[in-house]
């Protein structure tokens, strides 16, 4: 599919949606419309139906797919299902980034999945970063109301201009508004998709206590659904496939209404568990982007720090190993 082709697809799809983001309209697309492997060799296996893919992490690697194209803002999709059992150091991620463009200054929108011991459940964590702040680290972390090991589950991002929000099975969990003092450790550069498994043995499960047991390999990640709808910039001249009516659509459709952001409350009220808005041992002033909710600030305070990893920037050989950017345990 050409560029100018994709462009108007999507002014198309995305007029008429401004009224409630209708995430069932949305096309998905075949794996090879969109998506190109990005390491793992016989680890990532395409589906006979060119919609599902089946990524891998045993002893020789882990694997992963990025997209063909590069975006600058958009919707971007897929229901993953979770490897089961014992899963501590695993690590699956659903991500965008332009660290192959921008080393020293690169942006990020995250999905991680933490895989846990027998018995205790995945954990999901986002995180945002632009133009380089990974010291600072913009992490939350929630339990689930399912099992994401028992079937597929729809996990979303929508990045505008102004908003960024993820979505689990179509509803809401968290919501970043763009502040002016926020600068640009907002996203703004145009970023690809990608989605890995990986060894993350080093931090990901109690703070590296518990990792990767190839025991239990292979570890098997499934995705499916995939939506990749966003505004695609032209590689050559850097032109974004979002002008005038489509980028407004995109910014009026990351307005939550108001049954989503009740569903998002409720949502965070049962199932969030860290917040960097509520941790003091890090942030001694809360940033600018953060709202306090009293309620969540009794419950979440953080009188430990939590360890944390970050999604490497080479993914050539799978047994990635990521630096902590602070020290400290996390409870399971």
């Given at each position: 599919m050409g560029f100018l082709t994709r462009f108007l697809v999507f002014v198309s799809l995305f007029t008429g949606l401004v009224s409630g983001f209708a995430l069932?309209?949305?096309p998905l697309i075949q794996f090879d419309e969109g998506y190109t492997q990005l390491f793992g060799d016989q680890n990532l296996i395409v589906h006979r139906d060119g919609k599902s893919v089946r990524l891998t992490l045993d002893e020789r690697t882990g694997s992963g797919f990025v997209s063909n194209d590069i975006y600058l803002h958009g919707f971007f999709s897929s229901s993953i299902k979770l490897p089961a059992d014992y899963s501590a150091g695993v690590v699956i991620a659903f991500y965008m980034s332009n660290g192959d463009m921008y080393e020293k200054n690169h942006d990020e929108i995250d999905f991680e999945f933490l895989g846990n011991i027998r018995g205790k459940e995945w954990r999901i964590q986002t995180n945002i970063?632009?133009?380089?702040?990974?010291?600072?680290?913009?992490?939350?972390?929630y339990n689930l109301w399912f099992d994401p090991t028992e079937d597929f589950h729809r996990y979303s991002v929508l990045w505008s201009h102004s908003h960024i929000i993820f979505y689990?099975?179509?509803v809401p969990i968290r919501e970043v508004k763009r502040t002016a003092t926020m600068g640009g450790d907002f996203p703004a550069k145009p970023m690809s998709l990608y989605a890995t498994i990986w060894d993350g043995s080093k931090w990901a499960t109690n703070g590296g206590k518990y990792?990767?047991?190839?025991?239990y390999a292979p570890y098997i990640a499934q995705f499916t659904?995939?939506?990749?709808h966003g505004c695609?910039?032209?590689?050559?001249?850097?032109?974004?496939?979002?002008e005038d009516g489509a980028a407004k659509n995109l910014r009026v459709a990351s307005e939550i209404t108001m049954s989503e952001r009740n569903k998002m409350k409720s949502?965070?009220?049962k199932h969030l568990t860290y917040s960097y808005c509520y941790d003091h041992t890090r942030y001694k002033v809360v940033l600018s982007e953060c709202v306090v909710n009293p309620e969540e600030a009794k419950r979440l305070r953080v009188y430990d720090p939590v360890t944390f990893g970050g999604i490497p920037h080479r993914h050539r050989h799978g047994k990635h190993r990521s630096k902590s950017r602070f020290d400290g345990s996390e409870s399971i």
């Open positions: 069932q309209r949305l970063y632009g133009n380089g702040s990974t010291h600072l680290g913009r992490e939350e972390r689990v099975d179509d990792g990767v047991n190839y025991k659904d995939l939506i990749l695609a910039v032209d590689p050559t001249d850097k032109i974004s496939s979002c949502f965070r009220r």
